[in-house]
């Protein structure tokens, strides 16, 4: 168990926390209709007779999107159900235009699986292993737009049908650090699986959080799980975690206050960092579930199944051991695995021939910081993986030194030049050549010659100072290992 606790005025507390994340499915068209699912496009411009509930339109469920919610399933090592069933979850709202949502009740298509997360990139024994109850397929509703006129309220259905994954976590996480891994690792894996394209900002994958308190202790008749609040569609990570510790905090004072908390629907509002009443929560009766007459059970077969492992890429786990296994530090092989992005384009470095270990330290800290301070992503370096190989190539036969391979990096940078074209046309090779190295150092050791005699009566230090000079006079094109070579015979 995590060691997170609230402390009341009664002593200490623990949170129980389980996530209901919507992840839009990545398909071209929505889950029982030919309708476009393309993100900003003008309201009501992708809605197809069935999204709108015309009366006599029936649904036909898309292939694609049962592939890839079955795909998301065996990435996790989850239960496949060969037989499910699409159900009508009944509830009035003015963006639903059928007056009921089709979505899994009794008979998901994905049942029981696992995610393994690190609470610490560094450390192995951090590991927790989180449950999914189920994984099952539903449409997304519409959108309303109350800023569009002073009295009325506008209907977008351009969302109305979309496919959703509600991927359904186990009350298993217990602190906001955990839910962040969970949420972190399950965004990972939909976007290497392809199945979702995990963009929050734009509402392709949000949570609701459900969240209760109660004493530290085994769960027993007189310490039973609390009664739990859900916190709805909130959408990114930083938020999920704001929101598991206001609404702990704020259930412990409630119970400590002598009330009692009400299971009902809440919304974060992140200015305030607050939660705020929603609704009443109902309860699956409320929803009057009932298989849906419009559609047949799927039953999938054999070679459907097939079909859908052998297309699953590597996934963030596998190819993070396999990193590992190439002698690159834990913490190295987390960052280059924690967007699929980043690890497809780290593999690119290594097919090109790159030291894995040298590649690994050059991409988290020359190739990063230097898209940080550009403000680009990885997707859109100036500089590709060919570039970087044939510049860390430069490095290791020492035809730049390190001060050098930072100069052509960044002339690479603005330019978008391949590394030895930069350093031919500019003349930053590295020099060797003793005659020359031997010359400067003559004529900084002769300007110097007080300093030569502090270091030969033991302040050893000014060797630093020496090595400093000559680069600076050669321009920093000259070998560190040979300048120190010298330096040490010319010194005695």
């Known amino acids: 168990m995590s060691d997170y606790r609230i402390t009341g005025a009664t002593g200490e507390w623990e949170v129980v926390i389980g996530l209901e994340v919507h992840a839009q499915v990545t398909s071209n068209a929505k889950l029982f209709s030919g309708a476009s699912t393309t993100f900003g496009a003008e309201p009501n411009t992708q809605v197809s007779l069935v999204d709108a509930a015309m009366p006599g339109m029936l649904p036909v469920p898309n292939r694609e999107c049962i592939r890839q919610a079955v795909r998301t399933g065996m990435a996790i090592e989850a239960k496949i159900n060969n037989w499910s069933r699409f159900d009508r979850k009944n509830y009035f709202y003015a963006d639903l235009p059928q007056g009921y949502q089709i979505s899994q009740l009794y008979h998901p298509l994905v049942g029981e699986g696992e995610i393994t997360v690190l609470l610490d990139d560094k450390d192995e024994a951090s590991a927790r292993t ?32 979309v496919a959703l994954m509600e991927i359904v976590s186990k009350p298993d996480m217990c602190s906001p650090a955990e839910a962040g891994a969970y949420l972190r690792k399950l965004r990972a894996i939909l976007r290497y699986v392809g199945s979702c394209d995990g963009n929050m900002e734009e509402g392709s994958m949000r949570a609701d959080v459900n969240v209760s308190v109660r004493k530290p202790g085994p769960i027993t008749s007189e310490n039973p799980l609390g009664t739990r609040t859900e916190t709805k569609n909130v959408n990114s990570v930083r938020f999920v975690m704001a929101v598991i510790e206001h609404e702990a905090r704020r259930q412990v004072e409630v119970i400590e206050g002598g009330g009692a908390i009400v299971q009902e629907t809440r919304l974060y509002d992140p200015d305030k960092n607050v939660t705020r009443t929603l609704r009443s929560k109902e309860d699956a009766h409320d929803y009057r579930y009932f298989p849906d007459p419009d559609l047949l059970p799927l039953e999938l077969d054999e070679a459907f ?38 690890a497809r384009w780290f593999d690119q470095l290594l097919e090109e021939g790159a030291d894995p270990v040298a590649a690994s330290n050059w991409v988290a800290g020359e190739l990063f910081g230097a898209l940080n301070r550009l403000g680009k992503t990885i997707v859109d370096s100036p500089v590709g993986p060919k570039q970087a190989a044939e510049l860390l190539a430069l490095i290791a036969d020492k035809t730049l030194s390190g001060s050098l391979a930072k100069q052509v990096f960044e002339i690479m940078l603005d330019t978008g030049q391949d590394a030895g074209a930069v350093v031919e046309e500019r003349g930053l090779k590295q020099t060797s050549d003793t005659g020359a190295i031997d010359a400067e150092i003559d004529n900084i050791l002769a300007a110097n010659a007080e300093k030569v005699q502090q270091y030969k009566d033991g302040k050893e230090a000014l060797f630093g100072f020496f090595v400093g000079q000559t680069m600076k006079a050669m321009a920093g094109k000259a070998n560190p290992g040979v300048v120190n070579e010298r330096l040490r015979s010319k010194l005695g």
Do not use: W
């Not at 539903?138 to 009295?151: F, N, R, S, V, Y």
């Not at 052998?310 to 960052?335: H, M, Q, T, V």
């Open 305 to 342: 199944l097939a079909d859908c492992r052998a297309s699953l890429p590597e996934l963030p786990d596998a190819k993070r051991k396999r990193f590992e296994n190439l002698d690159i530090g834990a913490y190295n092989a987390s960052i280059l695995t924690a967007e699929v992005e980043t």
């Open 130 to 161: 989180i449950g999914v109850e189920r994984i099952h397929l539903e449409q997304d509703a519409g959108k309303l737009m109350h800023d569009q006129h002073p009295t009325m309220s506008y209907v977008d259905l351009n969302r109305s049908g």
